[in-house]
């Protein structure tokens, strides 16, 4: 017997602005400074200071609520929700609540090539807690107010995902989103995003579990794990007619289960009373005219140009546009020879990548490292057939590691590619003749000798030799020394 699976997230992204939503505290990642160091009277909520509502962070909700195609509320409230916790020093957040700043919005995933939509159910701003470090090692644990008072933007989602697999694809596409917009680092290790999400099960037989909700599933790949361990674990339970309490769980990173945190909070257990310190917030059309005007072209119309535009296929182009900052990089380059842009793509696509890859670092040293001009040249002298692929690819690595000029390179590290046709001429004789058993297994039909006389003429030429070339040169070769 099978079941459905019914998901709903809750998704808070930290906003990038300089200073936190109601104090001009800077706005940092957890771990960047000292703790309790980044703090004011307004932030630590003690009696007699009063908040004051950033700007910048209502422009960048406003401009999310845009790119998920969400109705903008008019007026919007803060209220108090009541909860005691040492991580809130005031005893309440300041969260927007039944009055959000916009709903009924969507977003389509792409889940194994299929599109599927998503529908939001609300936009709202609020405050960061602060955040509790456990040293487990010596039995303590710390408070760090720091991240009390940034701006955080809440996406609540219907229960339309239907698969941990589609979960982890809406995470990943809100993050995009968020970073196309530059209104979130996104940074899931830091914490910019931590995502709540609410499951339940449905039998074939109609019977439904009840929900149950999964707190911070902060890595895509513990979200994964946690979602399937929680649907199989409510499916068992259901099937040997077992009790499910609704209740909120954890899951343990190092036994990769969930386990109970708490029985689920009530709306009423909050005592949510408005703001009086914050007046509601109003959207005019100023404001709306200036998100509008801060959205830059979208990654799906990103992919959808990069494909008309420069005929890239629709894989390569998502691949380039899954940051902001590699789609620009490969623009930037293409733009500096645009009769080879495919080189380009595929130069960014594999050698760039497969550098980052190998040495382990991040697309932005990368990118500072082989700026995207130098880039452009190197594609242009591998498109003229100057350079082989896997000499591109040692030149790229140099300029990363010691940088320089992309012709003083290739001639100091003798990587250009041979066209001196006696050269090679040279290097297929001596090949062939030194191989002549293999010649005539060829002639007998053994085609795939080839690529054995192609690999020793590369090795005799150090690899500077056009595989496309040689490749003529040896049947013309074989069939001389046939004709003798
Ligand atoms: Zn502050
Ligand atoms: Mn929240």
């Given at each position: 017997m099978g079941y459905r699976t019914v998901i709903g997230l809750e998704i808070h992204m930290q906003l990038a602005?300089?200073?936190?939503i109601f104090c001009g505290c800077p706005v940092i990642d957890s771990g960047d400074y000292p703790l309790n160091t980044v703090i004011c009277p307004v932030c630590l909520g003690l009696p007699g200071s009063l908040p004051s509502l950033n700007e910048k962070a209502v422009l960048f909700g406003v401009m999310l609520a845009l790119a998920t195609d969400c109705h903008i509320n008019e007026t919007s409230i803060f209220y108090r929700k009541h909860y005691f916790y040492p991580d809130l020093p005031k005893g309440y957040q300041i969260t927007q609540y039944k009055k959000g700043l916009a709903n009924n919005g969507k977003l389509f995933i792409d889940s194994h090539s299929s599109s599927k939509m998503i529908r939001i159910r609300q936009i709202h701003l609020e405050e960061d807690a602060g955040k509790i470090i456990h040293e487990s090692d010596v039995d303590r644990s710390l408070i760090d107010y720091n991240r009390c008072g940034v701006p955080l933007v809440e996406l609540v989602t219907e229960p339309?995902?239907?698969?941990s697999q589609q979960a982890v694809d809406f995470v990943r596409k809100l993050r995009q989103i968020g970073l196309y917009l530059k209104i979130c680092r996104g940074n899931m290790e830091k914490g910019n995003i931590r995502v709540d999400a609410n499951i339940s099960i449905i039998l074939d037989s109609g019977q439904k579990s009840p929900r149950i909700e999964l707190k911070n599933l902060n890595s895509p790949r513990y979200m994964k794990k946690a979602l399937d361990y929680e649907a199989e674990r409510l499916s068992r339970a259901l099937f040997n007619v077992e009790e499910i309490i609704s209740e909120t769980r954890l899951f343990d990173q190092n036994e990769n289960i969930t386990k109970p945190m708490r029985s689920k909070e009530k709306d009423?257990?909050?005592?949510y009373l408005p703001e009086p310190n914050i007046p509601p917030i109003e959207i005019d059309s100023t404001l709306l005219d200036k998100a509008r005007g801060a959205i830059p072209e979208m990654p799906d119309s990103k992919i959808e140009r990069f494909t008309v535009e420069y005929g890239i296929s629709e894989a390569d182009a998502a691949i380039l546009c899954n940051t902001p900052s590699v789609a620009e990089y490969f623009e930037n380059a293409a733009s500096a020879t645009p009769r080879a842009v495919i080189t380009t793509a595929n130069l960014v696509l594999r050698e760039i990548f497969s550098i980052a890859n190998r040495e382990g670092v991040d697309f932005d040293e990368i990118s500072e490292a082989i700026p995207a001009k130098k880039l452009g040249q190197l594609s242009r002298v591998l498109h003229e057939g100057k350079i082989t692929r896997n000499k591109a690819e040692i030149v790229l690595l140099e300029i990363f590691k010691n940088g320089g000029e992309i012709e003083e390179i290739i001639d100091r590290m003798e990587v250009r590619t041979i066209t001196d046709l006696n050269v090679l001429q040279k290097a297929i004789e001596e090949v062939l003749y030194s191989n002549r058993t293999l010649v005539e297994r060829y002639n007998c039909g053994e085609e795939k000798l080839k690529g054995f006389f192609i690999g020793e003429v590369m090795k005799k030429t150090a690899g500077r030799a056009n595989p496309k070339a040689i490749i003529r040169l040896i049947e013309n070769q074989i069939n001389k020394m046939e004709n003798r």
């Open positions: 602005t300089q200073s936190k339309d995902i239907e698969s009423d257990d909050y005592r």
